[in-house]
């Protein structure tokens, strides 16, 4: 098990309204996977989108804070421990940043999608690019691949992936097509302008972070 102790309360505290156009506009019930201190589950009870939340969260110091906001929040290492829910099955399932922190994602997402996405249910995961300018120009130029307390080179991270690999990551017998995006190329964002006037060459160098949806077949 990973250890979190030194990650700051900020680390799993934000929630990640980026998925508002990967969510359906009714969402049911909602499984999170490294729900943090629980504020994406918080704002889609708020919002009512989501009609009960289920957590689970490896750090015990956070799941404590999220159960202030879900329904129900298990503390636990889900690559070890099965989810000990009456109804297991969900009709939204969101990995936001964590996939990257486990040692086999490909098992993890096999799991979620055979015991606890409902037929008809999305599947929401965000993953870093390690593509990324930032990672990409310091190891060809300097050798470098220096960890961080967070970001795209942190610590904690044991799989690295690009948008070909991410995308791969949710091919599944059991699933539709993926649907892949990226935020922060809206005009006028210097990075929205940059990428129009070089015809999207540049589009993966400058992708901090892949957002991915797709729906279990019926």
Not at 6 to 22: M, Q
Not at 77 to 83: H, I, P, S, T
Not at 206 to 212: G, I, K, M, S
């Amino acid at each position: 098990m990973q250890s979190y102790i030194d990650k700051s309360a900020d680390y799993f505290a934000h929630a990640r309204k980026e998925i508002v156009p990967l969510l359906p506009p009714q969402c049911g019930r909602v499984l999170e996977i490294g729900c943090g201190s629980g504020a994406t589950l918080g704002w889609l009870r708020r919002d009512h989108r989501a009609s009960s939340t289920v957590g689970v969260e490896i750090s015990e110091a956070a799941a404590q804070c999220a159960r202030a906001h879900a329904d129900e929040v298990h503390c636990l290492d889900f690559e070890r421990v099965e989810l000990p829910v009456a109804n297991s099955r969900f009709d939204v399932i969101l990995c936001l940043d964590v996939l990257e922190h486990m040692v086999n994602p490909w098992l993890v997402i096999d799991r979620l999608v055979s015991r606890y996405l409902a037929p008809g249910g999305t599947l929401i995961v965000s993953l870093p690019n390690v593509r990324h300018y930032s990672v990409v120009l310091p190891l060809l130029f300097q050798g470098r691949w220096d960890y961080q307390d967070a970001g795209l080179l942190d610590r904690t991270h044991l799989r690295f992936f690009t948008r070909d690999t991410a995308v791969g990551l949710l091919s599944h017998s059991l699933l539709g097509a993926v649907h892949c995006t990226a935020t922060g190329f809206d005009w006028p964002s210097r990075k929205g302008i940059f990428n129009t006037l070089t015809a999207g060459v540049f589009r993966e160098f400058l992708t901090y972070q892949y957002f991915l949806a797709v729906h279990k077949k019926d």
